[in-house]
């Protein structure tokens, strides 16, 4: 090979060394120049943003995303921070709200908590853009209304639960009323074995009833349209009970209706309006006796569907004394229905029944 051919390969491998060591830097120089937020001397946002359901999407000229169509706005440090430290943290759902730190940037405004709607309608809140895990669609950021919906739906689901644990204290406070009455039966009939005094109407075999002289197989169920508090299961007996909410007792009763079953109604009932409707139902045809407190003026339903039966008993406490009247046609229907009285200071009355 002559000089002059060995001076041009030289100088050809040199160029070309050259070249690729410049290829690497140019590029460098190119993708930092491309990815610059900002320009170096002017410091303007040298980029544009959107934030889609999908995240955030930048661009190198203003406009609109291709995608979503929203408007692109220019870049900012706040959006950066942001975008870094949703990209450090991994993506997963928000038990609640009250996990994260703020829902909305308090420099830009944007959302930070992103969300998606359940099958069943709940509203689940997650940490960064992305697709819901349970139905596969885009999540898209999160809005006042949405989070005005959201505590809205939490007050009523929060009063739901309170309504909810009143009821179960409520139905505790009756079941254990009834127990005490049952027990108080119990030891009436020298029935020492009070596992059987947890009386609760139909859920108690009626052996085990019969046990403590609670037998409940003709009335199966009580309920007063004035919410009060009404009691069944009983005897009618001299010494038992006479109102569900007050410890008065009863006196005087005629040895024809002893042992029949009665039912506790509420003492209060007594300035409930007069269009109050009882409801008592029973599992045999039966007549109806009402003892009325003498000193109550008769409603036109008493007049007219009740005869007097010349018999009284009293509320032994006071020595008032209730006249009994009995239904002039037994009731078949399985449905026994009274109503109200005049609203007063007296009494209320109270019902037993007789089997035809």
Do not use: C
Not at 172 to 194: H, I, P, T
Not at 231 to 258: C, H, M, Q, W
């Amino acid at each position: 090979m002559s000089a002059a051919a060995e001076i041009r390969r030289r100088k050809w491998v040199k160029g070309t060394v050259e070249l690729l060591i410049l290829i690497p830097i140019v590029l460098v120089a190119w993708s930092a120049i491309r990815n610059a937020y900002f320009d170096p001397e002017t410091g303007a946002a040298a980029r544009y943003y959107a934030l889609t359901p999908e995240g955030y999407r930048f661009y190198d000229a203003p406009g609109a995303d291709p995608a979503y169509g929203i408007p692109l706005k220019p870049l900012t440090k706040e959006v950066i921070t942001a975008v870094r430290a949703r990209q450090e943290a991994q993506f997963h759902e928000y038990e609640s709200l009250d996990e994260t730190p703020y829902l909305f940037h308090p420099a830009t405004g944007e959302p930070q908590v992103w969300y998606g709607g359940d099958p069943n309608g709940e509203i689940r809140f997650f940490s960064s853009p992305g697709y819901h895990p349970r139905t596969g669609r885009p999540l898209q950021p999160i809005t006042t209304d949405v989070v005005e919906v959201h505590q809205q739906m939490r007050r009523v689901a929060e009063e739901r639960m309170a309504l909810a644990r009143a009821e179960r204290a409520e139905r505790r406070a009756r079941a254990a009323e009834v127990d005490l009455w049952a027990a108080e039966f119990a030891l009436a009939n020298g029935q020492r074995k009070l596992k059987w005094a947890r009386a609760r109407g139909k859920q108690v075999p009626k052996y085990a009833l019969s046990r403590i002289g609670l037998d409940t197989a003709i009335i199966s169920s009580v309920h007063s349209s004035d919410g009060q508090r009404i009691l069944y299961g009983g005897k009618l007996e001299n010494g038992a009970r006479f109102y569900a909410d007050r410890s008065y007792t009863i006196a005087g009763v005629p040895s024809e209706y002893v042992g029949l079953p009665y039912v506790r109604l509420a003492y209060n009932s007594k300035r409930s309006p007069k269009k109050t409707k009882i409801t008592i139902g029973v599992g045999q045809p039966v007549w109806v006796h009402i003892a009325w407190d003498k000193r109550v003026p008769l409603p036109p339903w008493l007049v007219h569907q009740y005869e007097n039966t010349r018999r009284s008993l009293y509320l032994a406490e006071r020595n008032w004394a209730y006249q009994i009247y009995r239904s002039i046609n037994p009731v078949t229907s399985g449905r026994i229905i009274t109503y109200g009285q005049t609203p007063s200071d007296n009494s209320f009355y109270l019902i037993f029944v007789r089997p035809r």
